[in-house]
């Protein structure tokens, strides 16, 4: 039915692709049986049936969009687990920033002995505190005008664009951000045994590097450091 409400949450590129065919095919059908409709004197005039073909192709297009959207976010997108920018996505963008004349501020983002985490209370739970610690990056980093990434394990890069003074900002307002939601999250609490871990982070700034690879070079020294 055109008129019927829709919507599209798929995960997967290949279902995804899939469903570009299906939707067309769909509306193939559509058409059909208004035609078939229309000659058993279903519809009340030639109006009648010009509309309702209109609203089936408007109902295809709006699928379209919509199947079109969740697949470009599928190809951003680490949208299994925490929705941040994949690596090849955070990279292509940074690199973007850097060549900017308003200049950024480049983090890496670590979670501390992470790996403690899963021998201690599963891998469950891992994934747990990596959709935990992803949403309150996510919600500081785009506060400062800036976006994550998830490199890889429980690496994160951020980028922060503008004044350097932000980025001190940013990891002063993500460790305040941790504390208060992890004392209002009950759930997340007891399941990481009633401790929050903490993180480690190093900020090299665009002024300071020519490429890409040598600021995040200096951020990882940093990190370690």
């Known amino acids: 039915?055109?008129?019927?409400?829709?919507?599209?949450?798929?995960?997967?590129?290949?279902?995804?692709?899939?469903?570009?065919?299906?939707?067309a095919a769909a509306a193939r059908r559509m058409h059909e049986r208004a035609d078939k409709q229309l000659l058993e004197g279903k519809f009340k005039d030639v109006q009648e049936f010009a509309l309702y073909n209109r609203a089936i192709r408007q109902k295809q297009e709006r699928l379209a969009v919509l199947v079109k959207n969740q697949l470009t976010r599928v190809l951003?997108?680490?949208?299994?687990?925490?929705?941040?920018?994949?690596?090849?996505?955070?990279?292509?963008?940074?690199?973007?920033?850097?060549?900017?004349?308003?200049g950024c501020s480049a983090l890496l983002v670590d979670i501390d002995f992470f790996k403690r985490i899963n021998d201690t209370l599963g891998h469950?739970?891992?994934?747990?505190?990596?959709?935990?610690?992803?949403?309150?990056?996510?919600?500081?980093?785009?506060?400062?005008?800036?976006?994550?990434?998830?490199?890889?394990?429980?690496?994160?890069?951020?980028?922060?664009?503008?004044d350097p003074r932000k980025a001190r900002i940013f990891v002063r307002r993500l460790n305040r951000q941790l504390k208060?939601?992890?004392?209002?999250?009950?759930?997340?609490?007891?399941?990481?045994?009633?401790?929050?871990f903490t993180f480690s982070s190093g900020i090299a700034r665009s002024s300071e590097a020519e490429t890409f690879e040598r600021l995040f070079q200096l951020a990882d020294e940093r990190l370690f450091q």
């Open 1 to 23: 039915n055109p008129r019927k409400r829709e919507y599209i949450s798929i995960k997967d590129k290949d279902v995804l692709v899939g469903h570009l065919s299906r939707v």
């Open 76 to 102: 951003e997108r680490d949208v299994f687990l925490t929705a941040l920018y994949n690596k090849a996505e955070f990279t292509r963008r940074a690199q973007k920033e850097l060549a900017s004349k308003e």
């Open 124 to 162: 469950s739970v891992g994934d747990l505190a990596l959709k935990f610690f992803s949403i309150q990056m996510m919600r500081c980093a785009k506060s400062l005008g800036g976006y994550a990434g998830r490199l890889g394990g429980e690496e994160f890069g951020v980028i922060i664009p503008g």
């Open 180 to 196: 208060s939601t992890f004392r209002r999250e009950a759930t997340t609490r007891s399941m990481l045994g009633g401790d929050l």
